[in-house]
């Protein structure tokens, strides 16, 4: 095929149709059966995911915007939510007068404590158990290639300093 063409392929556009229904469905019922087992929404899930796998269970801010992909004042609003909700604290940096932490609190913990199995069994049943063990080998392969390819040109929020 020529890379110039302005449509796609027969071949290419039977896998972008197919890879974006399946993306579409699958981000619909795990949004949904999460949020029916457990109470918790997609970010809500996404951010205490981070926060557990987090030295001292917190991170700051920006590094919880890359897990949600939310632009800074959407997060912002969602982790005062959280907070209100009692799954997250805010504490003080320390050194930074303006710089703030977000950290996991023990009802945030219990949360996702108990939404990991679920979600693993989510998992499971809607994109591993229909597979084969070649066909999911596959799949880590090309999900891996996509990704590396779109993480090329993606910029990353500057680490420099220790809190803010």
Same mark, same amino acid.
């Given at each position: 095929?020529?890379?110039?063409?302005?449509? /796609?392929?027969?071949? =290419?556009?039977? &896998?972008?149709?197919?890879?974006? =229904?399946?993306? &579409?469905?699958?981000?619909?019922?795990?949004?949904?059966?999460?949020?029916?087992?457990?109470?918790?929404?997609?970010?809500?899930?996404?951010?205490?995911?981070?926060?557990?796998?987090?030295?001292?269970?917190?991170?700051?801010?920006? #590094? $919880?915007?890359?897990?949600?992909?939310? #632009?800074?004042?959407?997060?912002?609003?969602?982790? @005062?939510?959280?907070?209100?909700?009692?799954?997250?604290?805010?504490?003080?940096?320390?050194?930074?007068?303006?710089?703030? &932490?977000?950290? $996991?609190?023990?009802?945030?913990?219990?949360?996702?404590?108990?939404?990991?199995? $679920?979600?693993?069994?989510?998992?499971?049943?809607?994109?591993?158990?229909?597979?084969?063990?070649?066909?999911?080998?596959?799949?880590?392969?090309?999900? =891996?290639?996509? /990704?590396? @390819? /779109?993480?090329? @040109? =993606?910029?990353?929020?500057?680490?420099?300093?220790?809190?803010?």
């Amino acid at each position: 095929m020529n890379s110039t063409s302005d449509h /796609l392929s027969p071949s =290419e556009d039977r &896998v972008w149709r197919a890879y974006f =229904e399946t993306q &579409v469905l699958f981000w619909k019922r795990l949004a949904q059966q999460l949020q029916q087992d457990t109470g918790l929404s997609e970010p809500d899930f996404a951010i205490l995911s981070a926060l557990v796998e987090a030295p001292d269970a917190r991170l700051r801010a920006f #590094e $919880l915007s890359g897990v949600t992909q939310f #632009e800074k004042s959407r997060l912002h609003h969602h982790l @005062n939510r959280m907070i209100g909700r009692g799954l997250l604290t805010r504490e003080q940096c320390p050194g930074a007068s303006r710089g703030t &932490v977000i950290v $996991l609190s023990p009802d945030g913990r219990s949360a996702i404590e108990a939404a990991l199995p $679920l979600r693993a069994g989510h998992i499971r049943r809607w994109l591993t158990a229909p597979l084969d063990d070649g066909q999911i080998r596959a799949l880590a392969e090309i999900s =891996e290639t996509m /990704l590396g @390819n /779109l993480r090329t @040109n =993606e910029s990353t929020p500057d680490a420099a300093s220790d809190c803010g």
